[in-house]
């Protein structure tokens, strides 16, 4: 089902992201940059193998460091099988300047954390300036009150802020390494400093990933997110490493009993061979690049083994209809591909690859997509 015909039913995943990504098109759009848009969903509707169109989200991760443990992602378990890199500031403006044309918005985060990069703000501020919306998930550990400031003058949209507890003993069981009252006096310096200067931006979302051992701590933290004035607060069920996807031990340490929050359970997985009842949207919308140029097919996926090129060695277009972008689109279309090649697409738990575009009205599963979030997208 294409982004359009999802926004009209009311079916894309969660409100407070439906809203984001609907405020950013208004925002950034342009007549090329909707063409673009329309004909991307239109082959995502089709199954199309070769594209015209180019994404129209991307994903670019200036920094794949991190300073917190968190266990279950593969940079705070150190199992990224990635360099640890931090892209210049050069890359990242050559990118841009390429995708401004179609780009609507884009995500500076995937395995790392954005502010440990010294030149973050000069590539928000260059993203904003050449028109495209701008969005960063933080820890947000130790963040001064001169950062706060450079966030506010960098013109960043959206800011996710991952805080999944409000006492130390709770939070620091998966922010391993992390200070609770340092990412509350974090919060609350940004709002106020926000209204002292009569900034909108950036929208503040409080991200609490929900997990069997803060589950307990959820009415508290929603009144610390009325007390702080954040202006999203968001559940999210805990999610395991890809994988890691059908690891029942995993799962019992960490996801909770409560059926609205055990979306990602293998449970589910086991039972029917895929976790989400629609084709995969990631090679027909989205471009993920790591901050070594490696170009992963979707943000589920870290291992440099699994990329589908190499931005410092083919161009960005080549790469968007390359024989391994046909292949994974091939999987969930009944078009014919020339030349298959073995991708980390093939078996992947994800998505159903056994109900390929076009799709039938009655396959779309609406009361499992609504109690699924992706953590990157929404
Ligand atoms: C890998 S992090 C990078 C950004 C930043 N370091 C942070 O944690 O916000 C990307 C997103 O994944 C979320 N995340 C981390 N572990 C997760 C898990 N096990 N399930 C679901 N989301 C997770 C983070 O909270 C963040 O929103
Ligand atoms: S803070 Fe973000 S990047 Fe760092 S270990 Fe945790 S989830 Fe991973
Ligand atoms: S099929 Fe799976 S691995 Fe491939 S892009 Fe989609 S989610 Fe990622």
Redesign the pocket.
């Known amino acids: 089902m294409g982004m359009f015909e999802n926004l009209i039913k009311g079916n894309l995943p969660h409100y407070t992201r439906k809203i984001r990504h609907i405020r950013q098109l208004l925002r950034h759009s342009t007549p090329r940059k909707l063409a673009n848009l329309a004909k991307a969903e239109w082959s995502l509707s089709r199954g199309h193998v070769v594209l015209q169109s180019k994404p129209y989200i991307y994903i670019i991760d200036p920094c794949n460091a ?1 300073d ?1 443990r ?1 266990p ?5 378990a150190r199992t990224l099988n990635r360099s640890t890199r931090m892209m210049s500031l050069e890359c990242f403006q050559g990118l841009i300047d390429q995708v401004k044309p179609y780009a609507v918005e884009i995500i500076l ?6 502010f440990l990069h010294p030149q973050i703000f000069d590539m928000v501020r260059y993203a904003q300036k050449n028109n495209i919306g701008t969005n ?5 550990n130790h963040i001064t009150d001169e950062m706060i400031d450079r966030i506010i003058d960098s013109g960043l949209e959206n800011i ?3 805080l ?1 507890g409000v006492s130390q003993e709770v939070y620091q069981v ?2 391993v390494n992390g200070k609770v009252d340092d990412v509350i006096s974090g919060i609350r310096r940004l709002q106020l400093r926000k209204k002292e200067r009569k900034s909108r931006t950036p929208n503040v979302e409080w ?1 609490f ?1 929900v ?1 069997k051992h803060n589950e307990h701590e959820i009415p508290q933290a929603e009144k610390l997110a009325r007390d702080l004035e954040v202006e999203q607060f968001r559940l ?6 890809f994988e890691e996807l059908t690891n029942q031990t995993l799962a019992e340490q ?1 996801i909770s009993d409560t059926p609205e929050y055990r979306g ?1 359970h293998p449970e589910k997985i086991l039972q029917r061979g895929y976790l989400y009842d629609e084709s995969c949207f990631y090679p027909f919308r989205t471009l993920v690049i790591n901050p070594d140029g490696g170009v992963a097919p979707c ?1 589920a996926i870290s291992h440099e083994q699994w990329d589908f090129g190499d931005v410092h060695k083919e161009s960005l277009w080549d790469i968007w209809n390359n024989r391994k972008y046909q292949s994974a689109r091939s999987l969930f279309s009944r078009h014919p591909v020339a030349e298959r090649v073995p991708t980390v697409c093939d078996g992947c738990l994800l998505y159903n690859q056994k109900s390929p575009f076009p799709r039938s009205e009655n396959s779309t599963d609406s009361s499992q997509s609504s109690r699924v979030q992706d ?2 997208l929404g």
């Open positions: 991190c917190l968190c279950l992602c593969p940079t705070g985060y995937s395995w790392g954390e954005p960063i998930s933080s820890h947000f996710s802020i991952s999944d998966y922010r991200q990933i997990m999210l069920g805990v999610g395991l490493p960490w990602y943000c953590p990157v």
